[in-house]
């Protein structure tokens, strides 16, 4: 798990070694351990490493292997690496190094830009051939490792952090309009390629990009994910599919166990981190640290979970670290940091809590599993169920899931920035083209690969890595997603949601944690402003450079400041939160 940034160049001229190391230094909190920069001709890159796998120098980044002719710097975790060594050794290959990157380069030269499609893993990296001048840019399939483009004159700059690339020089720092909309509109997920910037774009999942010497460049989709039954699915149980689900789960928690330091667990109360733990005990580890945060109570709504989390950590034995944030004390002093450590502005409340819990993890283990992903692969939210027979899947899914239509966009963002209707429009096209017929799987494929990509994951990313912990999602397996991608939308919708899951995890953990009420992380100081709270989104709202931005108007922010309450998401997400933490990142970003 580290960072990467880099300069290549199409006009005969050298790629700048200073332009590059800055870019280094502001993703510095990505890998702690160590710093590299390679400079040939018209390529530079930097790397920042985060030690988990072949803590020796042999695996320092960026990687050179002068035999082969082939260089790397990578962020992620390939955790088949050690199969597919030994596949390549069979080859005549020969490794100097004891880690995954070094089976990335090799795989490369044996296989070409296809040895993308071996990985099971999560992973964004550059590779490039010394003799030719080419090079791949790659994503893993569902886009856990974040990749950021920014082409400028002459040249393409890419990097693990979105504001790396912004304050390099020559790059469009104004808001893109679509982007602007998919953030206002679709919950703050901006899918790729774009970003809320123009001059910054990010290679979507599951594709690998060709660059050339010449600026050529050849962009493809190298995995999509088809829903519905395969051959002999038809004929499956309820107890066949759970016993499949328990067997992928299985395979993708001890794959997640591939590194050379101990694997925590954030443990949240919840079924997926709690069947999580219960799968690692039953494959024998012993000594898990487990980790849960709370927020104090507001009303009727609780502000953490930790009786369910207790049970597990009972049932189990674990060594567990409870984090109780006070909101006064903790949050509002941390806020700051947690926006700066946003490599994209995520309106969720709960960023603050993995902040937090990420600083206090990592004084404890380097690598921890999570349980994200399990409610949009396995059907856990409440617009499902709704989508299984509609008539008109999009206006249904919109209405549910998006946070104003816009007509509201339009009362809310200045008129310089109102063009299309760029949401409804991409849910539209997704639904049209997408390999599913089922309204609901449709849905389903939206949330998989393109939400679930730019909010929970983004966000469990960037506030892990904010204080050098790597997390692993195993719900993100692409094994276990096209799994559950095979499933009948019943299986999954049915009582609740995630309803295979639960029967399956009843053979695993203790049913307390499985028949609770559904939990969030509410913060309610972000959802309730008020106080100080509402004293730090005013004096953001109110500064100068806001105001000279200029991105929404006014009279709607006035609105917003005077019944802070009266103005909430469908999806329960304080709107004046959402405009004061677009703002915010704009100002703790210096941009």
């Not at 794959?255 to 919840?270: E, I, K, N």
């Not at 640290?289 to 009727?300: A, H, K, P, R, Y």
């Amino acid at each position: 798990m580290c960072g990467l940034v880099g300069e290549i160049r199409f006009d005969d001229k050298e790629a700048s070694l200073s332009l590059v190391e800055g870019m280094s230094q502001r993703i510095a909190q990505r890998g702690p351990d160590a710093a590299g920069l390679f400079r040939q001709n018209s390529l530079t890159v930097g790397h920042r490493r985060l030690k988990i796998i072949d803590h020796s120098e042999s695996a320092q980044q960026p990687m050179i292997d002068s035999q082969l002719g082939l260089g790397i710097v990578y962020n992620g975790a390939i955790y088949n690496f050690r199969a597919l060594r030994e596949e390549l050794q069979g080859k005549g290959y020969q490794f100097f190094s004891n880690g995954d990157t070094e089976v990335i380069l090799k795989a490369y030269h044996a296989w070409g830009p296809a040895c993308v499609e071996r990985f099971a893993g999560m992973f964004a990296f550059a590779l490039w051939e010394r003799d030719s001048g080419r090079m791949l840019l790659a994503r893993d399939r569902l886009g856990i490792k974040p990749l950021y483009l920014a082409e400028v004159p002459g040249a393409l700059r890419f990097g693990s952090s979105l504001p790396a690339l912004a304050h390099s020089e020559g790059v469009d720092s104004d808001v893109d309009p679509v982007g602007l909309h998919h953030y206002m509109t679709f919950h703050a997920v901006v899918p790729a390629p774009h970003t809320i910037l123009k001059g910054v774009r990010k290679l979507p999942p599951a594709s690998r990009l060709l660059v050339e010497p010449d600026g050529r460049m050849t962009q493809e989709t190298y995995w999509r994910l088809a829903f519905g039954p395969q051959e002999g699915d038809g004929t499956r149980s309820e107890s066949d599919w759970q016993d499949l689900v328990l067997d992928s789960l299985r395979t993708a928690v001890e794959r997640r166990l591939v590194a050379d330091t101990p694997v925590g667990v954030l443990l949240s109360g919840g079924l997926d981190s709690s069947l999580i733990v219960g799968l690692l005990a039953e494959a024998g580890q012993e000594g898990l640290e487990t980790f849960s945060v709370g927020f104090e109570s507001v009303g009727d709504e609780e502000g953490d979970e930790f009786r369910y989390s207790d049970i597990i950590a009972e049932h189990y034995g674990t060594r567990h670290h409870k984090l109780f944030i006070n909101s006064r004390e903790r949050m509002l002093p941390n806020l700051p940091g947690c926006i700066r450590s946003m490599s994209e502005p995520m309106v969720s409340h709960d960023n603050i809590g993995f902040y937090l819990l990420s600083q206090e993890v990592a004084k404890h283990v380097r690598v921890v599993q999570s349980g994200q992903g399990a409610d949009e692969v396995f059907g856990g939210y409440h617009w499902y169920p709704p989508l299984l027979d509609s008539r008109d899947p999009v206006a249904d899914y919109a209405r549910v899931f998006f946070d104003r239509d816009h007509e509201g966009f339009a009362r809310a963002v200045d008129p310089r920035l109102v063009e299309s209707d760029y949401s409804r429009a991409l849910v539209e096209r997704h639904f049209a083209e997408v390999q599913a017929e089922r309204p609901v799987d449709k849905a389903l494929h939206l949330d998989s690969t393109i939400m679930l990509v730019d909010d929970p994951v983004k966000r469990v990313d960037n506030m892990t890595m904010a204080w050098g912990l790597e997390a692993r999602v195993p719900f993100l397996d692409h094994e276990l997603v096209e799994l559950a991608a095979r499933m009948p939308a019943e299986m999954k919708v049915h009582d609740g949601g995630k309803y295979v899951l639960k029967e399956a995890a009843r053979k695993v953990i203790p049913s307390g944690v499985i028949d609770r009420p559904k939990g969030y992380f509410p913060v309610p100081a972000l959802k309730y402003l008020e106080g100080e709270s509402l004293d730090y989104v005013r004096g953001v709202l109110e500064r100068p450079e806001a105001r000279a931005r200029g991105l929404f108007r006014q009279d709607y922010i006035d609105q917003l400041l005077q019944a802070p309450d009266q103005h909430i998401t469908p999806l329960g997400g304080s709107k004046l939160w959402q405009v004061a933490l677009l703002e915010a990142w704009f100002q703790e970003h210096g941009l």
